[in-house]
């Protein structure tokens, strides 16, 4: 197996995703935007860092910090979302 730099599909904003979306890290790990958000932080994001792991802890991040579709087609959704938009 080959070490490759591939992480995701993007970059793109997390604001860019739906509550309850799994997301790539810069990094590479996983994290998913928690559902519900808790009110009181319109800057901020609560989401679960390392998903689905061990050392799964939620995290508050900036709206704007980078992040990347798991998949193409979330990441042509996002780009089109972005074209028209609606986020």
Request: glycine letters at 8%; aromatic letters at 12%.
């Amino acid at each position: 197996m080959s070490l490759t730099t591939h992480i995701g599909y993007g970059p793109f904003q997390l604001c860019d995703f739906k509550l309850g979306d799994i997301y790539a890290r810069f990094d590479g790990s996983l994290a998913r935007i928690c559902d519900p958000q808790p009110p009181g932080r319109p800057d901020n994001i609560l989401v679960w860092v390392n998903y689905n792991t061990n050392n799964a802890r939620k995290e508050w991040l900036h709206k704007s910090a980078q992040a990347f579709a798991i998949s193409e087609d979330r990441g042509w959704e996002i780009a089109q979302e972005r074209k028209d938009g609606q986020t």
